[in-house]
């Protein structure tokens, strides 16, 4: 199966502003989880649920009425999960360049329409890119059991 990346391209609205006139994290968390469920749908052609999102790093500011661009695509999948890499870019209108503003890690799970979890394929990087981004992901994974692990007295 081709691990093609899913790109969404739009300007930022009005709507999308924060209180200090750029694009508010929670409309950029929102396009994340949106272009997140694009790819993994169409990796696993069912119906996928986010179960986490980590580490999202907000570099720099989108300006109102920039173009946004966000790539999502596949870098590791488990059993039923699928770990997908998101990129947020933005240009101003006159210039040919996105930079990118935003990056993380975000995990769906394919399920059924009772909530079960369901199998998807299997991705296997070829490049040396892709391997290296099958590393990062499970390098992430040990993070978050020690995370979770540090967590639990406080849940």
């Known amino acids: 199966m081709q691990n093609k990346p899913i790109t969404f391209q739009f300007i930022s609205e009005p709507s999308d502003v924060n209180y200090g006139g750029n694009v508010h994290g929670g409309s ?18 069912n119906y996928s649920v986010t179960v986490y999102v980590g580490g999202i790093r907000f570099y ?4 109102i009425g920039e173009v946004v661009k966000v790539d999502a695509q596949v870098i590791f999948t488990g059993t039923s999960s699928m770990h997908i890499s998101i990129n947020v870019f933005s240009r101003n209108l ?9 990056h993380c890690i975000i995990v769906f799970v394919a399920v059924d329409e009772n909530g079960k979890k369901l199998p998807v394929p299997k991705w296997i990087p070829e490049t040396p890119e892709e391997k290296q981004q099958e590393q990062y992901a499970k390098r992430l994974m040990e ?3 020690q995370i979770e692990d540090e967590m639990k007295p406080f849940l």
């Open 28 to 45: 950029v968390m929102k396009w994340i989880d949106q272009a997140g469920y694009a790819c993994a749908t169409t990796w696993s052609g």
């Open 60 to 63: 720099d500011p989108i300006k």
């Open 94 to 102: 006159k210039q040919p360049t996105f930079d990118k503003k935003t």
């Open 143 to 145: 993070l978050r059991t």
